[in-house]
């Protein structure tokens, strides 16, 4: 069956960088293009950042252009989000996400805390 596991959070002083990795199996994952969405408590989820299924493509959201990038390694089955210049706002459970068909898949999130 499909499943993304994120993993790479953990607490991170302001300033600080991190990188989440998001690791499919399931599927064949090099046909699929994979986004990374944020949700900090008591808020909706927001979208943060795709890429295209080859790697070519990638969208950042205004909220983190500059600071996040986003890559993908397809031997690996494995996106990665590199997280720079962490502020207090970026804290939240980060996913993952796929859609394939009609489906859209998540993985269980990763926390992220950025916190002095």
């Known amino acids: 069956q499909v499943q993304l596991v994120e993993s790479g959070g953990g607490l991170v002083q302001p300033g600080g960088s991190l990188r989440l990795s998001c690791e499919a199996s399931g599927f064949t994952f090099r046909r699929y293009d994979i986004a990374w969405y944020r949700q900090a408590a008591g808020e909706e989820r927001e979208f943060i950042s795709w890429?295209?299924?080859?790697?070519?493509?990638?969208k950042i959201a205004d909220s983190v252009k500059g600071r996040f990038t986003l890559s993908r390694d397809n031997a690996k089955n494995t996106v990665y989000l590199q997280m720079n210049s962490l502020k207090s706002e970026d804290t939240a459970v980060y996913y993952c996400?796929?859609?394939?068909?009609?489906?859209?898949?998540w993985g269980q999130g990763t926390q992220v805390t950025v916190s002095s």
């Open positions: 890429i295209s299924y080859d790697g070519a493509s990638t």
């Open positions: 996400r796929v859609v394939i068909g009609v489906m859209a898949y």
